[in-house]
């Protein structure tokens, strides 16, 4: 029988199936396109930087919803769950670039940031002070973003219903306490897995959110977490978060090991020809089979600039009329930036592409701004629109 890892059910292989009627279906829904809303200010910190900010899961934004969750699950089991430290921390993320909810919140400037995850991400947990000459190093860990369930009671019963979110019901508190093969399942691993739900139950009031979750597990005992946590002053609350950069930042330090040319690209065997000829190391990347993507990938490494612009040059050669987008491992996996309705977001977004494209790693990176009118004497008489102007 399987166990879960300290609820790290981002890990395909360990995610459990529920019965549901005569179906069963996946508990947790693996995103892999997913969409930060963020202010302007902050978007400059995360490219300038390469790094996010993950928050505590009970210092969030709704202080409420982690303590929901905990209890909606001890109702579920008929049992408390014991009160230790927690260690998760998230990067909240939505399944679409145009939300007038985030709008709302983000609109007077504001950005949505498109990010595209392979499955098994890695992820570096980074010291808070990389200045200081210490011997503390980052450590990797591995997420996924994970859909919100969305809850509520149900108006004839006691049963919580949970749904994804696009509202759609999926199961009930009752399916959850019946629905798991308890000859396969052991019942340590069922308890894992009910544990495992609590970072991502949310009242079904925010569902126009369409929230997805990055959610990372902090408590490893081998690791002084104090060296890697830092607090920001909010409303008063010194909110804990620490700082991610994504992939195994170790990898940064060696030499590029693969340059991947997408299955989409009409000219790939071409393309792959002559890399050979510049590159004999050149290897097939660890996900083989998640390359049927339309762009090349370049693997982390000390030397990805150069090996960037040599990639880059033969495949201008090769498709000069039809551009190949390169992306980089190693850095945030942006794919798209949007500027939300905002006066002069035009301005904002041609702003933006002129400093990505003076970095190589963001070069290939969509950018443009979102339809929905803006007003400024009424934010909340925004109307959605999902049109995206692109430069």
């Not at 890990?11 to 529920?18: C, S």
């Not at 392979?118 to 990389?130: A, N, T, Y």
């Not at 990938?297 to 040059?313: P, R, T």
């Amino acid at each position: 029988m399987e166990n879960l890892r300290k609820c790290t059910l981002w890990e395909g292989k360990h995610f459990f199936k529920l019965k549901v009627g005569n179906n069963k279906i996946d508990l947790f829904n693996i995103r892999k396109t997913c969409y930060h809303y963020t202010t302007l200010e902050t978007f400059w910190k995360i490219i300038e930087n390469d790094t996010f900010h993950a928050t505590h899961v009970r210092f969030s934004n709704d202080e409420e919803e982690y303590t929901q969750g905990k209890k909606i699950i001890e109702g579920i089991i008929k049992d408390t769950l014991p009160e230790k430290p927690t260690q998760l921390y998230m990067i909240c993320l939505c399944s679409g670039p145009n939300i007038l909810s985030q709008w709302r919140e983000y609109a007077q400037s504001g950005v949505s940031i498109g990010l595209d995850f392979p499955r098994g991400s890695l992820f570096s947990i980074l010291p808070k002070d990389e200045k200081n000459d210490n011997d503390v190093k980052s450590f990797s860990v591995s997420s996924m973003p994970i859909d919100v369930l969305y809850t509520r009671k149900n108006k004839d019963s006691d049963d919580w219903e949970f749904a994804s979110n696009d509202n759609h019901l999926l199961f009930t508190s009752e399916h959850l306490k019946n629905g798991f093969d308890t000859q396969k399942i052991s019942e340590t691993s069922i308890l894992d897995t009910y544990k495992g739900l609590i970072p991502y139950i949310k009242h079904w009031d925010f569902s126009e959110e369409k929230e997805a979750r990055l959610v990372f597990d902090l408590s490893d005992d081998e690791y002084n977490m104090n060296e890697f946590i830092s607090y920001k002053d909010v409303n008063h609350i010194k909110r804990p978060y620490c700082k991610i950069n994504y992939g195994d930042r170790h990898d940064s330090e060696k030499d590029c090991t693969y340059v991947s040319v997408g299955k989409n690209i009409t000219c790939r065997t071409e393309i792959e020809s002559k890399l050979k000829e510049h590159c004999p190391y050149l290897v097939e990347p660890p996900y083989l089979s998640e390359t049927d993507y339309d762009h090349i990938c370049i693997s982390a490494g000390k030397n990805q600039h150069e090996l960037f612009k040599l990639v880059e040059g033969i495949a201008k050669s090769i498709s000069p009329e039809k551009e190949i987008k390169i992306f980089c491992d190693g850095h945030w996996p942006i794919r798209s930036v949007m500027v939300g309705p905002t006066a002069n977001k035009k301005q904002i977004a041609e702003n933006i592409k002129q400093f990505i494209n003076n970095n190589y790693w963001l070069k290939y990176i969509d950018v443009g701004y979102s339809e929905t009118p803006y007003r400024e004497k009424n934010r909340d008489s925004l109307s959605t629109n999902e049109s995206q102007t692109k430069f």
